[in-house]
């Protein structure tokens, strides 16, 4: 479950910083207000269904909301990097205080849905559950659609072009400010999907977006900044490296993906699959 | 005429300085004192992820405050509460327990709720000699090492994995335990009181699977906790920790195999898991608010804690109420402010607020209570909003701490202030 929910996440992370240069300290946000717009959703009509769609809708609107509200102001402007790095900083630590005036501070309850309850079959000694399963297929069916959409579409032109030099994208004409606040928007809808989907695991709280950005954060440094398939690969090896070590000897769960990121970041300064440009600047 | 002014004043100021040292300025203090409220300085996390529970702790201790108040106070004085934000930060904890007693010139000193932040104000209470009552579990004592103001009324680990141990004991749950737990200081406390116990009633202790702190995946850990084939399997974990672990658990169907126990819950956990997932799982509580029932006094505490907060008070809260009161009524009793004297006074101490009979030991300060071990409901089962739990049964007593000399004491000495 881990690595098909870190690679949900982190490929809006990357994304957004191939093409944008910045680092979204944001996003982690965004997986949290997926699940509380499931939560919300499933609380008002009862339908996990309808939550899968609504959350990634709505969250990905409030994601060009902050794009063309917030960050448009600090484009262009002296330290822009830097400028992004403190208003998304700002805008994590205020969102989940506004998440919790809103809604109290106590977790919200989100079961996972009767037909996705019970075991499928017995996988060595772990009995595999409908809704791990789910999870899977949600992540296998995505993935495919969102290489087409960077490959095979002239958005997905335009973000990979911008992701390897941004600059020559604007001196070609191209509107480029419509492609940022898309892919803003996608990425944002990218983690608020991998967020609803978790929710009837986890606790749905104001906090839990925190911990999933840093390990998002290594599976796109260790994966490549801006690399699709950096980030596919880099979220299975972090997804498997943590649930693996944490078995065998938990205490260096924590240290091992670091260590792995350090490792990758010598032999291969831009990730696994990380290819030179912009993202460098 | 500005220096005759100038001059007149400063005479005046010399003439009030000289009758004031004549005087004493004991005396002067008294009269100032006699009008002054008492300061009772409160540190809890108001924001960030314990925020909530601030809340209610902070609602529990103005409950607390105003029925100190309405029985005449202390020594004559009011009480006020004059509450800091700890920031979840240890270095804020600390800063502000410190603003607290030199520029509030509070009496004593309240609050914290994890161990981090208890630590930082136990420092600065004992550099102060100011007394430090805790909110959260009462765990600082290391090795017989403990600043002898530190107080806390809450549950110790070991007593509530000792409670847990001695029902399963009792109730013939089964003779193989185990237990699932974050790996950090706290939970290795429980390890040692469940493997303690396990060897005094003759179980089988396999061990622990333990799991990072801030685990969100626990399905990897559950086939290793099934392959030790407990009868029983305590479960030793927190906050969206313990909400995830009870969904998943739950998913995965260790209850089929093992009785699941938790080692400690707290009402707002089973909120955030949603109807029916403790269901069939045993938890550990200081309190619960269905002790309104049983205790009058706890009733009352009940509809003034819901009135302020709209929900019904979690186990933390009781234990803050009676951590405040406990604290403030020895001062009166013993009219006095004095470090040591109010100290010596709460060494011993019996008392009875929201629940049965308690205890401050005077070897430990630990908090000598019941641990209520209650069953959870399915969500078919559940009355209201926050009916979650039955109460099975009530585990206290001197069996469910640890002897003083366990904990590094000399058996020789038989209370803290004695010994440091």
């Not at chain 2, 209570?369 to 109460?391: N, T």
């Amino acid at each position: 479950m881990n690595g098909c929910i870190l690679i949900l996440v982190a490929l809006g992370l990357s994304i957004v910083f191939g093409l944008m240069g910045i680092i979204n300290f944001a996003h982690g946000v965004f997986y949290m207000l997926g699940a509380y717009a499931g939560w919300l959703t499933v609380h008002l009509t009862g339908n996990f269904w309808l939550a899968l769609a609504v959350a990634p809708v709505t969250v990905g609107l409030l994601g060009a909301l902050v794009e063309r509200g917030v960050l448009k102001r600090i484009y262009g402007t002296k330290n822009a990097n830097f400028a992004g790095v403190l208003v998304t900083y700002g805008l994590a630590i205020m969102i989940p205080d506004l998440v919790r005036m809103t809604f109290g501070r106590p977790g919200k309850p989100f079961a996972v849905p009767q037909v996705l309850t019970g075991s499928l079959f017995q996988l060595g000694a772990t009995e595999v559950h409908g809704y791990r399963v789910f999870i899977l297929l949600v992540t296998a069916v995505l993935l495919p659609l969102l290489w087409l959409l960077l490959n095979k579409t002239n958005l997905g032109l335009v973000i990979r072009a911008g992701t390897s030099d941004n600059l020559m994208v604007q001196l070609l004409g191209i509107n480029v400010a419509r492609t940022w606040t898309i892919t803003y928007s996608l990425g944002a809808a990218l983690a608020a999907l991998a967020g609803v989907i978790t929710a009837p695991l986890v606790a749905v709280a104001p906090e839990m977006g925190g911990l999933v950005l840093i390990e998002c954060f290594i599976v796109t440094v260790v994966g490549g900044m801006g690399s699709f398939l950096g980030v596919v690969a880099g979220g299975l090896l972090i997804g498997q490296t943590l649930a693996l070590t944490g078995m065998v000897y938990d205490v260096l769960a924590d240290v091992v993906i670091y260590l792995m990121m350090a490792l990758v970041l010598l032999v291969r300064p831009r990730g696994l699959f990380g290819q030179e440009g912009m993202s460098e600047e | 005429m500005s220096l005759t002014t100038r001059r007149t004043i400063l005479k005046g100021l010399a003439g009030a300085g000289a009758a004031t040292a004549v005087s004493g300025f004991p005396f002067v203090n008294r009269l100032a004192l006699g009008q002054q409220s008492l300061k009772l300085g409160v540190v809890v996390p108001m924001t960030g992820p314990m925020a909530l529970e601030a809340q209610e702790m902070l609602a529990a201790t103005q409950i607390a405050v105003e029925d100190v108040n309405a029985d005449g106070g202390v020594m004559g004085r009011k009480v006020e509460t004059v509450i800091r934000d700890s920031e979840f930060k240890p270095e804020v904890a600390k800063r502000k327990a410190t603003e607290l007693i030199e520029v509030e010139k509070a009496a004593f000193l309240v609050g914290a709720i994890v161990g981090f932040e208890g630590i930082a104000m136990a420092e600065v209470g004992c550099k102060n000699d100011v007394i430090v009552s805790f909110f959260g579990q009462n765990f600082l004592t290391i090795k017989g090492k403990m600043c002898k103001y530190q107080f806390g009324n809450n549950l110790s680990p070991y007593q509530t994995a000792a409670a847990a141990a001695h029902f399963v004991a009792q109730q013939k749950m089964g003779k193989k335990w185990h237990m699932l737990a974050n790996n950090y200081s706290w939970p290795q406390m429980f390890e040692r009181a469940y493997s303690l116990v396990a060897k005094q009633v003759g179980a089988e202790w396999t061990g622990v699977t333990w799991a990072p702190l801030g685990t969100r995946d626990f399905l990897p850990f559950l086939p290793k906790v099934a392959a030790a084939k407990a009868d029983v399997v305590f479960i030793t974990t927190w906050a969206a920790d313990q909400v995830a672990c009870a969904k998943q658990v739950q998913e995965f169907g260790l209850a089929k195999q093992s009785q699941v126990i938790h080692s400690i819950t707290e009402l707002t956990f089973a909120e955030a898991a949603g109807k029916g997932v403790y269901e069939n799982f045993y938890a550990g509580m200081p309190w619960y608010w269905s002790l309104k029932d049983q205790y009058p006094a706890a009733k009352k505490y009940y509809d003034r804690h819901y009135a302020l907060r709209k929900r019904a008070p979690s186990g933390y809260t009781a234990s803050t109420y009676s951590t405040v009161r406990v604290l403030l009524d020895t001062a009166r009793e013993v009219k006095s402010l004095e470090t040591d004297k109010v100290t010596r006074a709460l060494e011993g101490r019996k008392f009875q607020y929201l629940k049965g009979p308690e205890q401050i030991r005077a070897c430990d300060h630990v908090n000598i209570q019941d641990v209520y071990l209650c069953k959870g409901k399915s969500a078919a089962g559940m009355k209201d909003g926050w009916d979650y739990f039955d109460i099975v049964q009530a585990v206290g007593g001197e069996a469910t701490a640890e002897s003083c000399e366990g904990e590094g004491f000399d058996p020789k000495k038989p209370s803290v202030s004695q010994q440091i």
